[in-house]
Structure formats: structure tokens, C-alpha cells
């Protein structure tokens, strides 16, 4: 399994010379297995940059949405394989809580908020709003399974299965909410039990809690300590705060890696590969 993080950014995008060492584009990975098959986690503005590779294939693509927020749609229509003739691409929408809005990242492309309609697309697109609410299903040859998201608005976290291993993808996730809990702890462990790597949200410090606790994301201590309850070794923190420096996140990763030394966690970078060979 091939694992590339394309946007790691939270909110909005954060271009300039004070984010370029960890990027500014908002949430996208793209994975891979063995075989050639591949499946894409999220469409935020880093799903821009990895439509210029997969336009040179016919391949069928895979798009998992974890929820319909902007940072994590808001890529999608400037991604070129939309504009292949009958491109087959298809969507799998997370389990959101306002189901007329289900289809956003298709109508943010209509009436004045952009020039291309989406009902104008080539591609051949296919929506999916009924596999996140699945406990598990398959996609491009990968094996799925699902979580619901502590999350304003709701949203669904994937674990990835393919080659023997596992990816467990969790964004934008608050681990200890002030209200309704749609996902436990102890749940939480359960579901990413044994990835090989772990991809988790954590836009938020200790310090940014006293403000916006109920925002819908997580501490980095948080995610550390979750890693270490469910014995995972490789962690990507990743929905960087969009006014967070590439010096301030290389401090807290600095931070993270000096406390939780039995663990091999660092803040995702925009162009970083986990390889992990076929088992």
C-alpha cells in the first residue's frame, strides 16, 4: 500500500511562504495497492495537483468523502478528470447529517457560485450517498469500513484495507466532544486497531480548546494519547490550523516526538509517502 498526502491543510487553503514547508492545500490522499488500484480520500484543494497525474490513465476513480465541508469538497471543480469524456468516476459521499445538501460537492458547481454546471461535466460521475452508511463495503478492490465523525454536520472516518494492510483516515474528527458523542473512545480504538498508519485531524492545541471546544476537531496530545491507547505506531496528524506556520508546526512536532518517543507521529506534510509492502 501507497499512501500520498496531497492536502493536509484545515478550513481553507494557506498559501505563502510561511506554510510552504508543510503545504497549504486543503484535505486529500491518495492510495494505492499493489495491483493498481486506487482509491482518493477527500477533495480539497490538494485533489488538483493529483488530477494532473491520473489524466494520463483511463483508470476508474474513487472518491471517498469524509464530509461536505468546503476544505474538503472545494478542490473537486478544478480536478481535470471531471473534464474527460466518459472518465468514470465515483463518489462516495460521508453520512452527513442535512440530506438535501448530500450532493454539494456536484451543486457547488451551479446557479452563480461557478461558471461550469456540473450537469455539463463528461465524465461519467457517479454519486453515492448510501455506502458511508455502511458498517463496511468495497471500492476499487479496496475493503472498507466505516465510523460516524464527531463532527458538526456529522460525516463518516474510513479504514482502508488492501495488499494486508490498513490505513485508518480520520478527519475532521473531536475526540472528546461537549455534546452528543456519535463515536466513543473506546470505539474509536476498536476501529483503527492494528493500521499500519493513522491519519487523524488534530487542528487544534490544548490552548485553542478554552475557545473552540465543539468546533468538531482534536488536540495533537489527544490523537497521540488515542495512538498509544489502540497501539499504533505510525501517526499523520493532519487539518493543520490555517494560520499555523511552518515554524509553529515544526515545534509542536518536535514537542510530540520528544513526549511520545514510543511512537513514530509527525505533522503530515503536503507531498510525504508512507510505503508499506504487501503482507
Request: proline share 5%.
Amino acid at each position: 500500500m501507497k499512501i500520498e498526502l496531497f492536502g493536509v491543510r484545515g478550513s481553507m487553503p494557506s498559501p505563502g511562504k510561511q506554510t510552504a514547508t508543510f503545504g497549504g492545500n486543503t484535505s486529500c490522499v491518495y492510495v494505492q495497492q499493489s495491483n493498481g488500484e486506487s482509491v482518493i480520500l477527500d477533495s480539497g484543494t490538494g485533489i488538483v495537483e493529483l488530477g494532473e497525474r491520473l489524466i494520463d490513465n483511463s483508470a476508474a476513480i474513487a472518491i471517498l468523502l469524509t464530509h461536505n465541508h468546503w476544505d474538503h469538497i472545494q478542490g473537486f471543480p478544478f480536478f481535470k478528470p471531471i473534464h474527460q469524456l466518459n472518465r468514470n468516476i465515483t463518489i462516495a459521499v460521508g453520512n452527513v447529517d442535512d440530506k438535501t445538501t448530500k450532493n454539494a460537492i456536484l451543486t457547488q458547481m451551479s446557479g452563480s457560485c461557478f461558471p461550469v454546471k456540473h450537469q455539463n461535466l463528461p465524465a461519467n460521475i457517479s454519486l453515492n450517498t448510501q455506502l458511508s452508511q455502511q458498517p463496511s463495503f468495497t471500492i476499487n478492490d479496496f475493503f472498507v469500513t466505516t465510523a460516524p465523525l464527531n463532527h458538526p454536520d456529522g460525516g463518516t472516518a474510513y479504514c482502508v484495507y488492501a495488499d494486508g494492510r490498513k490505513l485508518a483516515y480520520i478527519t475532521d474528527n473531536e475526540l472528546d466532544p461537549p455534546g452528543e458523542v456519535q463515536t466513543s473512545i473506546e470505539q474509536w480504538v476498536k476501529f483503527i486497531k492494528g493500521a499500519d498508519l493513522l491519519i487523524h485531524d488534530a487542528q487544534f492545541t490544548n490552548d485553542d480548546l478554552s475557545i473552540k471546544h465543539g468546533w468538531g476537531h482534536s488536540t495533537m496530545t489527544q490523537v497521540a494519547d488515542l495512538a498509544r491507547l489502540a497501539q499504533i505506531k505510525n501517526i499523520a496528524i493532519i487539518s493543520h490550523d490555517p494560520s499555523r506556520t511552518d515554524d509553529e508546526l515544526l515545534a509542536i512536532e518536535a514537542y510530540l516526538q520528544t513526549q511520545y518517543q514510543d511512537l513514530s507521529i509527525e505533522c503530515g506534510r503536503e507531498g510525504r509517502v508512507y510505503q508499506f509492502s504487501p503482507i
